[in-house]
């Protein structure tokens, strides 16, 4: 009796979770596909439901999920999809999520505390993900959290053609709001053309979080302005005591720039209160209307989300989407 030889084929499906569907459709649309449909709801004590509608058995799956507020929800959602997927017998399972959730926990302050940012990498492998698709890490070093291949997106790109658009005539200097920005700023100051580079030098007490004192600026920012780079913005503080040290050494002008707007209160306030001209975020994270405000640009991540998977699937390069910098 000869074996039967079957012709392999591939077929990608994308899921999305709840917590920011709008995202979800957007990469559906760029990918020409639909969101499989699903059933999801939430138990009267807090448990979370999944079902998908659709057979799911040797597919390429992509699951989508913004982690936002609240995000231990959301999280157990992702990973009860995963889990769901691994049972139906997806042949890979690729969890996107463009902002890596507990990314500030990557390592020990102090004696005691956890590396929840490692946890986080390890619950998604024991669910049965294969690959993790997400932007902007908070430090590159969570690559090596997870035990398989993690793709580190960059919306650098994307951020800095706004700004190159919007303002390139002017005299630029890229702003780090730390010292561990830094090599951050470096890149974006080559990206707009080998621009000058400066940083705040502040202090931190690891006791209390969200809280931050900007303290002299390193470098020369008197008549320029000033394109503050950070990676997220929570509650404002760091970012808005930062420009603050800029206006007040000369800086013509500052504008923010940050891949994951989380806003969290009173960070809607404080950005609309202080004295940047522009604040661009990108949709990593849903931003709720009420926390829009006049001087806020949010541009979509949805294309280079979809370009990634769009190689992952075909087996392509997934570096080339940055010019080999990776």
Not at 105 to 129: M, V
Not at 213 to 232: H, P, S, T, W
Not at 241 to 246: E, M
Request: charged share 25%; glycine share 6%; hydrophobic share 40%.
């Amino acid at each position: 009796m000869s074996p039967k030889s079957g012709t392999p084929k591939k077929n990608l499906m994308l899921f999305s979770g709840r917590a920011h569907r709008e995202l979800a459709e957007e990469v559906a649309q760029h990918l020409n596909v639909t969101i499989t449909p699903q059933t999801a709801h939430t138990f009267a004590n807090g448990e979370l439901f999944v079902r998908f509608e659709e057979s799911v058995r040797g597919t390429d799956a992509f699951v989508i999920q913004s982690h936002t507020n609240p995000i231990n929800e959301w999280v157990m959602e992702q990973l009860i999809m995963v889990d769901a997927l691994k049972r139906a017998s997806a042949k890979r399972i690729t969890v996107v999520m463009p902002f890596y959730p507990y990314a500030r926990q990557d390592k020990k302050h102090k004696g005691r505390e956890p590396i929840s940012a490692r946890l986080i990498a390890d619950l998604f492998k024991t669910a049965g993900a294969d690959r993790i698709m997400t932007v902007d890490l908070h430090t590159a070093q969570i690559q090596g959290f997870f035990d398989g291949p993690v793709d580190h997106l960059f919306a650098q790109t994307l951020l800095a053609d706004h700004v190159k658009k919007t303002y390139g005539g002017s005299d630029i200097a890229v702003v780090s709001p730390d010292s561990g920005r830094v090599r951050l700023a470096e890149k974006w100051a080559q990206q707009l053309g080998d621009r000058p580079i400066a940083f705040i030098h502040k202090t931190r007490d690891p006791d209390k979080p969200n809280q931050a004192v900007a303290n002299r600026v390193v470098g020369q920012v008197e008549g320029k302005l000033c394109i503050l780079v950070d990676d997220m913005i929570d509650t404002g503080g760091t970012i808005v005591k930062a420009t603050d040290a800029l206006l007040a050494e000369g800086a013509a002008d500052v504008v923010i720039a940050s891949t994951h707007g989380i806003l969290s209160d009173p960070a809607t306030e404080r950005l609309s209160n202080c004295k940047a001209r522009e604040v661009i975020v990108t949709n990593s994270l849903p931003i709720a209307p009420e926390k829009h405000f006049a001087n806020l640009t949010v541009l979509s991540i949805a294309p280079l989300l979809g370009e990634a998977i769009q190689q992952v699937f075909e087996d392509g390069s997934v570096t080339s989407l940055f010019d080999g910098n990776a």
